[in-house]
């Protein structure tokens, strides 16, 4: 049972084809559950959540932080893999313990940044630089360079060391160049927004015709008479 759930959560029942299917529905998980808590913090910014605004911005900076937390925490694990020796007691609990405060101390500090723009800059700036990591430390510890794994044939290592490769590179590159919004800006938007809204809460006026008051009718045979 243990080794038919292994195959199925890893997609070795399957080619490299079947690999690649479930990396991207992976990446598309992460995007709907972020983009999802996006819209929910778009829409706690309205002015009928107004009394509960700063519960709602702990909310939402406390589950950003812990889903964005997740991809250098990520890339951090490869890392500890790969150096931590293998005939080390307590391997696999000291790796998890390491990630686990990694992830910790990322959403603590997601939460004092209070802007979602830096969150997603260091987020992506962290897992560039784990994420180039991976494939050195990999080299130094085993002398599996990407070149040395495709020569031997050794595919897994090969594809594992690229795909960190390429992830670092552009996820260094997403971090270099985001820029965090001003907070003059935000306070516009906001301000945008809840100005659209008073506009929709506004009554229309409903249009009334003037009713014109009657003039007096001269009676000309009593005038000339």
């Given at each position: 049972m243990v080794e038919?759930?292994?195959?199925?959560?890893?997609?070795?029942?399957?080619?490299?084809?079947?690999?690649i299917?479930?990396?991207?529905?992976?990446?598309?998980?992460?995007?709907?559950?972020?983009?999802?808590?996006?819209?929910w913090i778009k829409v706690r910014e309205k002015k009928a959540y107004e009394k509960?605004?700063?519960?709602?911005?702990?909310?939402?900076?406390f589950s950003i932080g812990a889903c964005l937390g997740l991809f250098p925490g990520l890339a951090l694990l490869f890392v500890l893999t790969k150096l931590m020796p293998t005939g080390l007691t307590d391997r696999f609990t000291i790796i998890t313990y390491l990630f686990g405060?990694?992830?910790?101390?990322?959403?603590?500090?997601?939460?004092?940044?209070?802007?979602?723009?830096?969150?997603?800059k260091h987020a992506f700036f962290l897992a560039g630089v784990f994420g180039l990591m991976v494939p050195i430390a990999n080299g130094l510890?085993?002398?599996?360079?990407?070149?040395?794994?495709?020569?031997?044939?050794?595919?897994?290592?090969?594809?594992i060391d690229v795909a960190w490769l390429c992830i670092g590179l552009i996820s260094l590159y997403l971090g270099i160049i985001l820029k965090p919004k001003r907070?003059?800006?935000?306070?516009?938007?906001?301000?945008?927004?809840?100005?659209?809204?008073?506009?929709?809460?506004?009554?229309?006026?409903v249009f009334k015709p003037k009713l014109r008051t009657p003039q007096p009718v001269l009676n000309i045979k009593s005038a000339d008479k």
């Open positions: 038919f759930v292994h195959q199925i959560h890893f997609g070795n029942y399957g080619s490299y084809l079947v690999k299917a479930y990396f991207l529905a992976a990446l598309l998980t992460c995007f709907m559950i972020i983009s999802g808590l996006m819209i509960d605004k700063k519960v709602n911005q702990r909310i939402g900076r405060v990694f992830w910790l101390a990322y959403t603590a500090y997601a939460m004092y940044l209070k802007d979602y723009t830096k969150m997603t510890q085993t002398g599996l360079w990407p070149w040395k794994s495709w020569a031997e044939g050794l595919a897994d290592t090969f594809f907070l003059h800006d935000h306070q516009i938007e906001i301000g945008e927004t809840q100005g659209k809204e008073k506009a929709r809460e506004k009554p229309k006026q």
